[in-house]
Nanobody, 123 residues
Framework: QSHLVESGGGLVQPGGSLRLSCAASGFSLRYYAIGWVRQAPGKGREGVSCISTAGDSTTYADSVKGRFTISRDSADNTVTLQMNNMKPEDTAVYYC????????????????WGQGTQVTVSS
């Protein structure tokens, strides 16, 4: 069965860093644009970042620009979200998602979703 799996979430202090990874099981990520979407308690889902199929284009929400970096490794079939200088407002469940269309990824419109990983920023 094909699915996406996130890892790397946890508790971090304000100003700290975390790295999230998204791996695919049962299919290759190389044919998909991949993004990260988060949902904070009591709020709707928010697109965080997207990387194109070829890895040559990235998109970031204004709230994370300059702090988060998305990258992909075709050899490992993974996509990584490096999160630096984290803030309490980054606390959320982070979902990895995939779509077979770079333009839809940039609009955070995805067809396939992982189960999510909890990220908590607190002192």
């Amino acid at each position: 069965q094909s699915h996406l799996v996130e890892s790397g979430g946890g508790l971090v202090q304000p100003g700290g860093s975390l790295r999230l990874s998204c791996a695919a099981s049962g299919f290759s990520l190389r044919y998909y644009a991949i993004g990260w979407v988060r949902q904070a308690p009591g709020k709707g889902r928010e697109g965080v970042s997207c990387i194109s199929t070829a890895g040559d284009s990235t998109t970031y929400a204004d709230s994370v620009k300059g702090r988060f970096t998305i990258s992909r490794d075709s050899a490992d079939n993974t996509v990584t979200l490096q999160m630096n200088n984290m803030k309490p407002e980054d606390t959320a469940v982070y979902y990895c998602a995939a779509v077979y269309d770079d333009f839809r990824c940039a609009s955070y419109e995805f067809d396939y979703w992982g189960q999510g990983t909890q990220v908590t920023v607190s002192s």
